[in-house]
Nanobody, 120 residues
């Protein structure tokens, strides 16, 4: 069974930095892309960043130049480095894995979410 485990997050002051990591496991043969979404209270979940299997990153306009997504040396793991954090970045951040191929099927998966809080 595919599982996404997130780590990192927490509380940081305005302008500070935090890092998030996500590791996917469970009989995975390939993953098309891994990335992050976020959901602030009272708002819909929104795209933050993702990175393809060949390492091409994509970013939401709101985080370009401040966030960096990268693939770790360990297979099926991605890191998100967040700098210049603003109070509006406060949200629950969810790891996503798209088109995950296992020996049994292909599908999209989500992590449980980690809280990122930026104080003003």
């Amino acid at each position: 069974q595919v599982r996404l485990v997130e780590s990192g997050g927490g509380l940081v002051q305005n302008g500070g930095s935090l890092s998030l990591s996500c590791a996917a496991s469970g009989g995975i043969r390939s993953v098309a892309a891994m990335g992050w979404y976020r959901q602030a209270p009272g708002k819909e979940r929104e795209f933050v960043a993702d990175i393809s299997a060949v390492g091409r990153p994509n970013y939401a306009e709101s985080v370009k130049g401040r966030f960096t997504i990268s693939r770790a040396s360990v297979p099926n793991r991605v890191d998100l480095r967040m700098s210049g954090l603003k109070p509006e970045d406060t949200a629950v951040y969810y790891c996503s894995a798209a088109r995950v191929l296992t020996n049994h099927d292909i599908g999209d998966y989500w992590g449980q979410g980690v809280q990122v809080t930026v104080s003003s």
